[in-house]
């Protein structure tokens, strides 16, 4: 079993920057992902970024690339995402995951409960 806890999101300004964190209990050692689902009816899970379980392999989303960073320390059992050049089209709440390292959010066996971030024009 595996409960994780994000943290760090917040309403910023288009240009701005955050830092999210994921805090994992449980049996952590494994690949670990970040997603974003933006408000409205009808709007799907996407993939951000993930990252394995010793940091070797990491994939990142096409609309992030450059501007997001994931990273992790295992030793504090955390996973972190640093939000640069933030947009308005960022704006959603973000979910970290555990169990896979692709970009289907079926693929994921644990989730935490979500940070929003906005982002202002």
């Known amino acids: 079993q595996v409960e994780l806890v994000e943290s760090g999101g917040g309403s910023v300004q288009a240009g701005g920057s955050l830092r999210l964190s994921c805090a994992a209990s449980?049996?952590?050692?494994?690949?670990m992902g970040w997603f974003r689902q933006a408000t409205g009816s009808g709007s799907a899970r996407e993939f951000v970024?993930?990252?394995?379980?010793?940091?070797?392999?990491?994939v990142y989303a096409d609309s992030v690339k450059g501007r997001f960073t994931v990273s992790r320390d295992n030793a504090a059992n955390t996973v972190y995402l640093e939000m640069n050049r933030l947009k308005p089209e960022d704006t959603a709440a973000y979910y970290c995951?555990?169990?896979?390292?692709?970009?289907?959010?079926?693929?994921?066996?644990?989730w935490g409960q979500g940070t929003q971030v906005t982002v202002s024009s």
């Open positions: 995951a555990a169990g896979s390292l692709g970009p289907n959010a079926g693929s994921y066996e644990y």
């Open positions: 449980g049996r952590t050692f494994r690949p």
């Open positions: 970024a993930a990252i394995g379980p010793k940091s070797l392999n990491i």
